[in-house]
């Protein structure tokens, strides 16, 4: 049984156009069961954290750590580089 190149050509993108679908199916269904079983689950009530704790400070190794990176990067010495703040985000 000889069959044609077009018919060979259209299974093939048949068969990917279905299991495709298929992917997109099961993903689906699987989005829905977590959103489902997320709402199911309780959340603990949130721990009111007090507004004025301090911050913590910068330590010496991280700034140490931070100009040895930039050094390195920059291809200089680390006496080259001078960092004159650093701020927590």
């Known amino acids: 049984m000889d069959y044609s190149n077009l018919f060979v050509c259209l299974m093939g993108i048949g068969t990917v156009f279905v299991g495709l679908v298929c992917i997109i199916l099961l993903v689906t269904l699987m989005s829905y069961v977590c959103r489902k ?15 004025d704790a301090p911050k913590p400070a910068i330590r010496p190794e991280l700034i140490a750590a931070v100009s040895a990176a930039i050094a390195e990067d920059m291809g200089t010495d680390i006496s080259a580089i001078r960092i004159i703040s650093m701020k927590q985000i």
């Open 37 to 51: 079983s997320d709402a199911k689950s309780v959340a603990p009530a949130p721990v009111a954290v007090p507004t």
